[in-house]
């Protein structure tokens, strides 16, 4: 699956803005670039929220499991990159999910300086920001977008 960045022209410009940025890690891609990389094979998408998230709000079909932070107190997993390593190549594409974004920006940074080259976030995460009457999903995010999920 590995592949390079100069065939991607999203992940192409994500980097450059990462790099305008400042960030530590890849970049950012939204969530329908997100999927159409995943379904064409040439990314892996890693969801990094919890068990109890994945099973209770719901996950994408295929997506590969390694939570960033455990239980309902999202206490900081530091077998975060070892379970990573197990799971991903080094040199793949790694496509980093969370409920909002802000988790996965962490795990892509943890992923990068633990060596992965290609480790994005995406952008607005599965339930997408919160709005005003604290409620996720009404503006932004992957299940706002109707992109695949499930719920067990």
């Known amino acids: 699956m590995s592949t ?3 065939e991607h022209p ?10 305008a940025d400042h960030l530590p890690y890849a970049g950012g891609v939204p969530p329908q670039a997100a ?3 995943v379904q064409a094979g040439q ?3 890693v969801d990094v929220r919890s068990g109890e998230e994945r ?9 590969v499991h390694v939570a960033w932070a455990t239980g309902t107190a999202l206490t900081r ?12 190549g080094k040199d793949d594409v790694v496509l980093l999910l969370c409920r909002s974004g ?11 300086k633990a060596g992965f080259q290609h480790a994005f976030n995406v952008l607005e995460g599965f339930e997408g920001e919160i ?15 109707g992109l695949p999920w499930v719920q067990d």
């Open 35 to 37: 999927w159409e990389l």
């Open 102 to 112: 802000k988790r996965s920006a962490l795990a892509a940074e943890a992923a990068a």
């Open 10 to 19: 999203v992940l192409e410009r994500a980097r450059v803005e990462a790099e």
């Open 55 to 63: 099973k209770f709000v719901g996950h994408v079909p295929g997506s």
């Open 4 to 6: 390079t960045l100069a």
């Open 131 to 145: 709005n005003a009457a604290q409620q996720r999903g009404s503006a932004d995010g992957w299940r706002f977008r």
């Open 43 to 45: 990314a892996v998408l």
């Open 77 to 88: 997993n530091p077998r975060f990159v070892r379970e990573l390593e197990a799971k991903v």
